[in-house]
Every structure is written in C-alpha cells, then in structure tokens.
C-alpha cells in the first residue's frame, strides 16, 4: 500500500496568529487608559495611524526609544493552490507563515561617545507547508522561500557604524549579506524564490566531490554547498559601505563559506526517479524519498517482476543538523566519510537459480526480496553526504543611484560579484572509474565516470537595472511598506530587471534573468495599490547535459575491458555482455531510459498588492512555472494564491 502524504492544514498555523492577536488583545485596555479614547475612536486611530499594527508596541515604542531601543518586524502569512501541472502524492494547498523581528540598540543613547554605533539582532520564526513538493521544482525556482528554515533562526547578531552623514556604515559579527547586497524592493514583493529571493545564484552546484572506496570499485559524491544566497544563511564577517558620491556607493563583504550549515530537507521521488527511468513504479512520483525505503521492482519492460522488491538504500538528503542559525558559529563539521560503505552491499544468502533472487533482512528490519543489482547501499556514507570545508565568502558590489529629469525618477544600476570559497567537482573532463575485480555480472556496480577536475571556489556576476520610468503629477507618498527595508514613494511605473552569470562547468543552472513592471497607483483613489508582473528564466549549462549523456551511458564492463560497450538506451530488457568472451551472459539485466537534457524553466507571475492600511496588505498572486523541473518531466505548474503582511 502506498503510504498517504503527511497533511499540512490550516489548524497547524492557526496558532501562530493567534499568539500575535492574542497579545495585542490583551494590551488594548492598557492603549485605552493611556490614550484615554473611546473604544471607537480607538479603532479608528488604530486603522489609519502608520505606526505598525502594534500601535507603537503597545505604549512601550517611546520609553524603549530613550534608552536607544527600537523594534521592527513583520508578519506574513500566505496561501499557495497548485491548480495543475507539477506533482501527486502531495497536498495541492499549502498554507505559509513568517515572522521576523529587527531590534536596533543604538549606543549613543548609553554612552554619547559612541555616536554612530548600534547593535543590532534580527530572527525569524516560520511554520506551515511546501509548496515546492506539489510544484515539482528545484529548491531555488520554488513556489515560495517561506518553508526554508523553518522554526526559530537566528539570522544577524552584529555591531555597525553609520556615519552622520551616511557616506560610510561598516558592521562586524555574524551576518547575511543577502540582507545588504543586490536590495531589489521590488522583486520581494512576488513570492517564487527565484524571483524574490535566489535569483539564480548559486542554483545547483557541481556534481560533488568524488571519494572511492578502498577496493576502487565505486565512488560516492559528496556534496558541496551552494552559494548560500538567501535569508537562512549566516556567518561570522563584515561588511564595509562608502559613497565617494552622493549617489555612488561601493561596498564589499568578507565572511566564512562554511559548508554543510543547511537544515534537513525531505526529498521525493522526481519524475526522473521513477520509471521509466528507474526500476521504482511510476506510482511513487511525489512522494517522500526515505532511507531504507523498500517499493516493488518494475523491469525494464515496464511490468511487476512478481514477489520482487528493492531497497533504496540510504537518502542523504535527509541527514544533517538543523541549526536554527547556531549551527555554523563553530565552522562546518568535520569531514568523516565512511568509505567503508561506499558501494557496500547488505550480506545475504546465494542466489536461488531458477528465480535470480535471495531474501534478506534490511536494516530497517524490512524484508527484501530481490535481483542484487537492485539492491542500494543502506549505509550511511558518512558527513550527511556532504563534503564539509571552510573557506572565505566575499561580495562586492557598485552602485549608481540617479534621480532624473524633473520628476526625479529613481534609478538604481548595479555591478556585483561574488567568490564562495568551497571547491567542487567540474562536469568536464571526466574519466571512467576502475575495479579490481575484472568482472562483470548481476552482482558487481556499473561502471561509470567521476569527474577528474575540481575549482577550488565557485564565482559569479551579477547586474542590476531598476529605474522608474514615469511618475504621476502632484502625488509623493511614503507611508506603505514593500519590505521591511524599503519604500516605494512616488506613484508611477517602476520597471525591475536583474541578471546573474556563473561558469557553466560547475554550475547546473549558469544564467539566470528577469524583467518585470510595477505600477503604483494605477486605479483611482486606490493611490498605494499596486500591480505587477515578472518574468524570469533560467538556463541550464550544455556541459551539465554532457556529464548527464556520460552518465546515461556507463560501461556495460570494467573499464579498459575488451568489450565495454555502454549500456544500451531502453526501457528495455537486455543479456549483459561478457567482458572475456563478448557473448551474452546468462542473466538477464533491465536497462531503463536515459535521463533527458536539461535545457530552461521560466516563471510568470502576476500580482495585486492591496494596501489595506498604512501597516497591512493583501495580495492575491498567481504563477506560471513553465517547464518546472527544467527537463520536460513535469508539466506546467499553476499556483493561485494569496498573502497577507503586517508590519509592527
């Protein structure tokens, strides 16, 4: 029986609102008494005063205020309904929650010689459901970033100067420079992470660092991380801001590039990890990858091989420690491969002859009952299959930031790069594997090729054109927020656009872009509403397609053998060759379909933010995600929603 998908309800998140109104509900006698206003005249203050939803935290924002003390935060909540395309065996709705608070000391207030210095802690709470596993995309083209990091994280706790006259702010202590560099207000104010988040960088890295086991018989790759471009990552460093100009700035960061910081992540079977690429029944696609998971086994002729089941072996994925943003102060783990296991096979009893298959207990105490070359390694490979490092993390950044004309049209242009400092494996050039066996059969791993070449960083560049390009007459608001960083003020016609590079011989996806409008204001009296639209794509690399051609295509035989044909293309039902005599063996082997190229995946996504109050809005949103799992595997995915944020 297949195991249903766990539920994700609305009753899971209810209670993370109903802490927040709780509280303010039980302050409103407080606010009364110190306002001394009628519970309607109070109610109407509330809705049109831009203070926050808290009412100035209650009565407490002034007196915080002499002591140099002030908070931020906000708190969104939103609703994704994939209404087709992407994947089963995941909930079709998926409701989101997040909250963040920013509290800013600033020291003068304490002590008068330190003018310009504070000290600021940022976290962050999140809850709810996926959206991404109903979608069928990668991590960085999701739906949405609210289920990354989820729980409580510690996202900034640093020291910062600022000048008066704001030509210089350096901080030093344990930060993100997503939160200080490539600030496009307008792109977070859509919910796709590519879009609003990721931007294409660090999407998808190399295919990992090779280990091979003691025999040379097989090799496990080790992951590397990603550049970590998003509000989960955190790092001991610094940043430095000057302005030469008063609309010039250049900045630059140096932090740590510790790897292995991530939190756990559950993983699916993709449409690629099921038949007819694999011997896993179609059935699967969507749900939940584990370790030591057993499914029935479907040959390459595509039919039930009766009584047989495979054991998938171990899911790295699901390893690691969750950090909450504590994690990596200490630097990445050690690195502890178990290369013992790499390749390793469960001990069992010999083949039955007439069936080609032998019973054996698991590790999870599942019984199997299988052909031994559908049997995966069940153990750990050690590291969470990871290749731990450390390194450095930089980020530089010019800007241009230009009012033309005489309606003062904001501009602002952007040249960046960035350098993580954590080594990975190229897809070329790449060589075959060896063994010491010199033999093939049923029992004995495919050949097949790891990569030979390795950078020791991973680099980027990255632009950014925004600049509003028409501004209505008579009419200069800055009273609603798009994010907790940033305004937009005039009422008009915005336009966005941003684009990242990285070398495609280590990166999967190296080009990314995207354009977009916005306008402010557009309706009538509907003065800071706005509507917008953004269309983002992203490229996958040709040498990416070409390691996956040499992988599709491994040995049939020990490298170096004299017949070492590659395996034939199926889904089919094939006789292995013999790598003595070049005739067919007497086991038969299922051979799968190749798996496809990779080639784009583009996003659509349209929105109405309604600006309820100076504090508060409401957005309905859809998204397209053509092409989402970038390979033609997974059919469009359309996701209609809607969001909710409060700003205190």
Same mark, same amino acid.
């Given at each position: 029986m297949?195991?249903?998908?766990?539920?994700?309800?609305?009753s899971?998140?209810?209670?993370q609102?109903?802490?927040?109104?709780?509280?303010?509900?039980?302050?409103?006698?407080?606010?009364?008494?110190?306002?001394?206003?009628?519970?309607?005249?109070?109610?109407?203050?509330?809705?049109?005063?831009?203070?926050?939803?808290?009412?100035?935290?209650?009565?407490?924002?002034?007196?915080?205020?002499?002591?140099?003390?002030?908070v931020?935060?906000?708190?969104?909540?939103?609703y994704?309904?994939?209404?087709?395309?992407?994947?089963?065996?995941?909930?079709?709705?998926?409701?989101?929650?997040?909250?963040?608070?920013?509290?800013?000391?600033?020291?003068?207030?304490?002590?008068?010689?330190?003018?310009?210095?504070?000290?600021?802690?940022?976290?962050?709470?999140?809850?709810?459901?996926?959206?991404?596993?109903?979608?069928?995309?990668?991590n960085?083209?999701a739906?949405?970033?609210?289920?990354?990091?989820?729980?409580?994280w510690?996202?900034?706790?640093?020291i910062?100067?600022?000048s008066?006259?704001?030509?210089?702010?350096?901080?030093?202590?344990?930060?993100?420079?997503?939160?200080?560099?490539?600030?496009?207000?307008?792109?977070?104010?859509?919910?796709?992470?590519?879009?609003?988040?990721?931007?294409?960088i660090?999407?998808?890295?190399?295919?990992?660092?090779?280990?091979?086991?003691?025999?040379?018989?097989?090799a496990?790759?080790?992951?590397?991380?990603?550049?970590?471009?998003?509000?989960?990552?955190g790092?001991w460093?610094?940043?430095?801001?000057?302005?030469?100009?008063?609309?010039? !700035?250049?900045? +630059?960061?140096? #932090?740590?590039?510790? %790897?292995?910081?991530?939190?756990?992540?559950?993983?699916? /079977? $993709?449409? @690629?990890?099921?038949?007819?690429?694999?011997?896993?029944?179609?059935?699967?696609?969507?749900?939940?990858?584990?370790?030591?998971?057993?499914?029935?086994?479907?040959?390459?002729?595509?039919?039930?091989?009766?009584?047989?089941?495979?054991?998938?072996?171990?899911?790295?994925?699901?390893?690691?420690?969750?950090?909450?943003?504590?994690?990596?102060?200490?630097?990445?783990?050690?690195?502890?491969?178990?290369?013992q296991?790499?390749?390793?096979?469960?001990?069992?009893?010999q083949?039955?002859?007439?069936?080609?298959?032998?019973?054996?207990?698991?590790?999870?105490?599942?019984?199997?009952?299988?052909?031994? !070359?559908?049997? +995966?390694?069940p #153990?750990d490979?050690? %590291?969470?299959?990871?290749y731990s490092?450390?390194?450095? /993390? $930089?980020? @530089?950044?010019?800007?241009?930031?230009?009012?033309f004309?005489?309606?003062?049209?904001?501009?602002?242009?952007?040249?960046?790069?960035?350098i993580?400092?954590?080594?990975?494996?190229?897809?070329?050039?790449?060589?075959?594997?060896?063994s010491?066996?010199?033999?093939?059969s049923?029992?004995?791993?495919?050949?097949?090729?790891v990569?030979?070449?390795?950078?020791?960083?991973?680099?980027?560049?990255y632009?950014?054109?925004?600049?509003?390009?028409?501004?209505?007459?008579?009419?200069?608001?800055?009273?609603?927020?798009?994010?907790?960083?940033?305004?937009?003020?005039?009422?008009?016609?915005?336009?966005?656009?941003?684009?990242?590079?990285?070398?495609?011989?280590g990166?999967?996806?190296p080009?990314?872009f995207?354009?977009?409008?916005?306008?402010?204001?557009?309706i009538?009296?509907?003065?800071?509403?706005?509507?917008?639209?953004?269309?983002g794509?992203?490229?996958?690399?040709?040498?990416y397609?070409?390691?996956?051609d040499?992988?599709?295509?491994?040995?049939?035989?020990?490298?170096?053998?004299?017949?070492?044909?590659?395996?034939?293309n199926?889904?089919?039902?094939?006789?292995?060759?013999?790598?003595?005599?070049?005739?067919?063996?007497?086991n038969?082997?299922?051979?799968?379909?190749?798996?496809?190229?990779?080639?784009?995946?583009?996003?659509?996504?349209a929105?109405?933010d309604?600006?309820?109050?100076?504090?508060?809005?409401?957005?309905?949103?859809?998204e397209?995600?053509?092409?989402?799992?970038?390979?033609?595997?997974?059919?469009?995915?359309?996701?209609?929603?809607?969001?909710?944020?409060?700003f205190?």
């Open positions: 297949i195991p249903k998908p766990p539920k994700r309800t609305l899971r998140l209810l209670p609102s109903a802490i927040f109104f709780l509280a303010f509900i039980t302050t409103l006698p407080v606010a009364f008494t110190a306002d001394g206003n009628s519970i309607s005249n109070f109610a109407a203050d509330w809705y049109s005063q831009k203070d926050g939803a808290t009412l100035k935290w209650f009565g407490l924002e002034t007196p915080m205020k002499t002591y140099g003390f002030s931020k935060g906000d708190m969104k909540e939103a994704f309904g994939q209404v087709s395309g992407g994947l089963p065996n995941q909930p079709q709705s998926n409701w989101c929650f997040d909250m963040k608070l920013k509290g800013t000391l600033e020291l003068e207030k304490l002590v008068p010689a330190l003018s310009g210095w504070s000290m600021i802690s940022y976290w962050r709470y999140r809850a709810g459901g996926n959206p991404r596993w109903a979608a069928g995309t990668p960085f083209i739906p949405s970033n609210m289920p990354n990091g989820a729980d409580l510690n996202l900034a706790q640093m910062q100067y600022d008066k006259n704001k030509a210089l702010m350096f901080n030093i202590g344990w930060e993100n420079p997503y939160e200080q560099f490539l600030q496009q207000p307008l792109s977070k104010i859509f919910e796709n992470q590519a879009i609003s988040t990721s931007k294409g660090g999407a998808n890295v190399g295919p990992g660092i090779p280990v091979m086991n003691a025999s040379g018989t097989a496990y790759y080790y992951k590397s991380s990603s550049v970590p471009w998003g509000n989960t990552f790092a460093g610094g940043t430095l801001k000057v302005k030469p100009l008063r609309n010039v !700035y250049i900045q +630059s960061g140096l #932090y740590a590039a510790n %790897s292995n910081m991530g939190g756990p992540t559950q993983t699916q /079977f $993709s449409a @690629t990890s099921v038949y007819p690429y694999t011997s896993v029944p179609a059935s699967y696609l969507g749900q939940f990858r584990d370790s030591g998971k057993v499914t029935p086994v479907v040959g390459g002729n595509g039919k039930l091989i009766p009584g047989a089941q495979q054991n998938l072996g171990w899911v790295p994925s699901t390893k690691g420690a969750n950090n909450h943003g504590f994690g990596g102060m200490a630097g990445s783990p050690q690195f502890n491969p178990q290369t296991n790499i390749g390793a096979r469960p001990a069992q009893p083949y039955v002859t007439a069936n080609n298959k032998s019973t054996y207990t698991n590790s999870s105490g599942q019984v199997v009952s299988a052909p031994r !070359y559908y049997t +995966s390694s #153990y490979q050690g %590291s969470g299959g990871q490092q450390n390194g450095l /993390f $930089s980020v @530089t950044e010019i800007g241009w930031e230009p009012k004309g005489s309606d003062q049209l904001e501009g602002k242009y952007v040249l960046g790069n960035y993580w400092g954590n080594a990975n494996s190229q897809f070329t050039p790449f060589a075959y594997t060896t010491a066996s010199g033999t093939t049923a029992n004995s791993p495919t050949r097949k090729p990569p030979t070449t390795q950078s020791p960083i991973i680099w980027g560049l632009a950014q054109i925004d600049q509003q390009l028409y501004a209505e007459k008579g009419h200069n608001y800055q009273e609603d927020q798009v994010s907790m960083h940033a305004k937009i003020s005039k009422q008009g016609l915005y336009s966005f656009s941003m684009m990242n590079f990285t070398p495609p011989n990166c999967q996806v080009l990314y995207h354009t977009g409008l916005a306008y402010k204001g557009l009538p009296t509907r003065d800071n509403d706005m509507i917008a639209v953004c269309v794509s992203a490229f996958y690399s040709g040498q397609n070409q390691w996956i040499a992988q599709n295509q491994s040995l049939q035989n020990d490298y170096g053998s004299t017949y070492n044909d590659i395996v034939p199926g889904p089919t039902v094939q006789r292995p060759i013999s790598p003595t005599t070049g005739k067919p063996t007497t038969y082997q299922n051979y799968y379909a190749y798996q496809p190229h990779f080639t784009s995946t583009q996003i659509i996504e929105c109405y309604i600006q309820l109050t100076k504090w508060a809005n409401f957005k309905p949103f859809v397209f995600i053509v092409n989402p799992a970038g390979n033609g595997s997974v059919p469009t995915s359309v996701i209609i929603g809607a969001s909710s944020k409060w205190f």
